[in-house]
T-cell receptor, first 112, second 114 residues
């Protein structure tokens, strides 16, 4: 089966700096990846997704990078703002292509 | 507004109570899901419905009983819960139960079992 982990449970960045949040997955056959943002008291909110036929995808202030060789996924947030403070977690579609496996999440704190 | 509405937002219940969680999606989706989110743990899939039919029960104890009367509504009936069932229960929906479909989540019901 699939397992999804990440490198840091918490991350603190200065306002205006760039943030990088990472995920590692285990199954090389995984082919769809999503980053979610969860603010306190709210449900997970879709940020950006990427499929395995791509290695980079950009949105508004966010970029997702996929390195299939080392099975690593990252989310980059440019010019981090106080409103970016939240828990971020990745979701990986498992080898049966039916259920997402979720990472445990990284809590991003933006310092003034 | 995410398009997926859950009620109640908070629920406190005793171990002998019976309560129900409600989820409604306004996105025209055909698949709905219940997830459990415990502190410091990843989301755990509980149940999946596709076109009103239950397609997955992820080894969930029988004290949790789902119901899906139509593609827009999903319930989770609770009875004789245990304190370790205290968690955030999230409802999600997707277009269909197929691959490469992103999930849309509600805000969840924060459940405390005393």
């Amino acid at each position: 089966g699939e397992s999804v982990g990440l490198h840091l449970p918490t991350l603190s960045v200065q306002e205006g700096d760039n943030s990088i949040i990472n995920c590692a997955y285990s199954n090389s056959a995984s082919d769809y990846f999503i980053w979610y943002k969860q603010e306190s008291g709210k449900g997970p909110q879709f940020i950006i997704d990427i499929r395995s036929n791509m290695d980079k995808r950009q949105g508004q202030r966010v970029t997702v990078l996929l390195n299939k060789t080392v099975k690593h996924l990252s989310l980059q947030i440019a010019a981090t703002q106080p409103g970016d403070s939240a828990v971020y977690f990745c979701a990986v579609l498992n080898n049966y292509g039916q259920n997402f496996v979720f990472g445990p999440g990284t809590r991003l704190s933006v310092l003034p | 507004e995410t398009g997926v509405t859950q009620t109640p937002r908070h629920l406190v219940m005793g171990m002998t109570n019976k309560k129900s969680l409600k989820c409604e999606q306004h996105l025209g989706h055909n698949a709905m899901y219940w997830y459990k989110q415990s502190a410091k743990k990843p989301l755990e899939l509980m149940f999946v419905y596709n076109f009103k039919e239950q397609t997955e029960n992820n080894s969930v104890p029988s004290r949790f009983s789902p119901e899906c009367p139509n593609s827009s509504h999903l319930f989770l009936h609770l009875h004789t819960l245990q304190p370790e069932d205290s968690a955030l229960y999230l409802c999600a929906s997707s277009q269909e139960r197929t691959t490469n479909e992103k999930l849309f989540f509600g805000s969840g019901t924060q459940l405390s079992v005393l």
